[in-house]
């Protein structure tokens, strides 16, 4: 059970019992099912969608004019700059 604020009063058996008994008389406040809810569980994931597998994130330190050069040519300067690493890896392999 997560922490509460000071103060916080809960709900004893019997009140908790009758404010159940409450919302499920409630024909337009019924508690869904398990199923029910089952069937209305999103079905796109939140977040970042998961990488392909063959790269790996990491953190490097560049100079600032190095990074500018980089940004200035717009969006994909990642995905170029990656490839400016591949060739210089090949040709000095």
């Not at 009063?9 to 337009?28: K, R």
């Not at 977040?47 to 040519?73: C, E, F, N, P």
């Amino acid at each position: 059970m997560p922490k509460l604020k000071p103060g916080t009063i809960l709900p004893t058996a019997v009140e908790d019992a009758a404010i159940t008994a409450a919302a499920q008389a409630d024909p337009d406040a019924r508690p869904f099912t398990d199923a029910q809810w089952e069937e209305i569980k999103p079905q796109a994931r939140r977040g970042r969608r998961l990488g392909s597998g063959s790269k790996v994130q990491v953190t490097i330190r560049l100079d600032i004019d190095t990074v500018q050069r980089l940004r200035a040519t717009g969006a994909g300067w990642q995905t170029r700059a990656n490839e400016v690493l591949r060739n210089w890896v090949k040709r000095h392999a």
